[in-house]
């Protein structure tokens, strides 16, 4: 399956994140993302997207920049040949997984060989006879393409999950790691 074009939206009725993808073969496949599998599963993807640029001997450049910032510049790389004006196609010849959007609750990751990642979404099926899963796999112009659609997604969500910022807002991504820190004790 060849992915056409994606599409990340926060709606409000639901507090879901509505991810679409069109294949060029006329299909559409809709996903549900909750707050709890994006807050368990975008740290991940950030870090797998740095790990990708590392694996393929991408991580230092010639001035001593470290990973992340070199991750950050390939993305704005990719965003920039991205095209995010063309409308969304949403009349779809086919739904393979069926109208409703599946609800992701496990999510399956695993990196292939050129820099990509197969993503595979599988729904609990609780309730429900069917079982309904799919796989897709991003490469990495379109695995940043994704994420910064997430990303703008979750700014509309307003759920508290931080993001990593782009290189264009000026700002560094530090995680706080003394958010869960105890203070010290001392003994007198």
């Known amino acids: 399956m060849t992915i056409h074009q994606l599409q990340a939206s926060y709606v409000l009725e639901q507090d879901r994140i509505l991810v679409r993808l069109n294949t060029r073969a006329g299909e559409e496949l809709r996903l549900w993302l909750t707050r709890r599998m994006v807050r368990n599963l975008f740290p991940h993807m950030l870090q797998m997207t740095t790990d990708l640029l590392s694996d393929q001997g991408q991580s230092a450049s010639h001035d001593g920049a470290d990973g992340n910032a070199l991750t950050r510049f390939k993305r704005q790389e990719?965003?920039?040949?991205?095209?995010?004006?063309?409308?969304?196609?949403?009349?779809?010849?086919?739904?393979?997984?069926?109208?409703?959007?599946?609800?992701?609750?496990?999510?399956?990751?695993?990196?292939?060989?050129?820099?990509?990642?197969?993503?595979?979404?599988?729904?609990?099926?609780?309730?429900?006879?069917?079982?309904?899963?799919?796989?897709?796999?991003?490469?990495?112009?379109?695995?940043?393409?994704?994420?910064?659609?997430?990303?703008?997604?979750?700014?509309?969500?307003?759920?508290?999950?931080?993001?990593?910022?782009?290189?264009?807002?000026?700002?560094?991504?530090?995680?706080?790691?003394?958010?869960?820190?105890?203070?010290?004790?001392?003994?007198?």
């Open 78 to 188: 990719s965003l920039q040949k991205a095209d995010f004006s063309t409308p969304f196609h949403s009349q779809a010849a086919s739904l393979p997984i069926g109208d409703a959007p599946l609800l992701a609750s496990r999510v399956n990751i695993t990196v292939c060989d050129g820099g990509a990642l197969r993503i595979g979404f599988e729904e609990d099926g609780t309730g429900s006879a069917t079982k309904r899963s799919f796989e897709v796999t991003l490469g990495q112009d379109l695995l940043h393409g994704f994420m910064h659609l997430l990303e703008t997604a979750l700014r509309q969500a307003d759920w508290g999950i931080r993001l990593e910022p782009s290189a264009a807002d000026g700002e560094s991504f530090a995680p706080d790691v003394f958010a869960n820190a105890k203070p010290p004790q001392y003994l007198n």
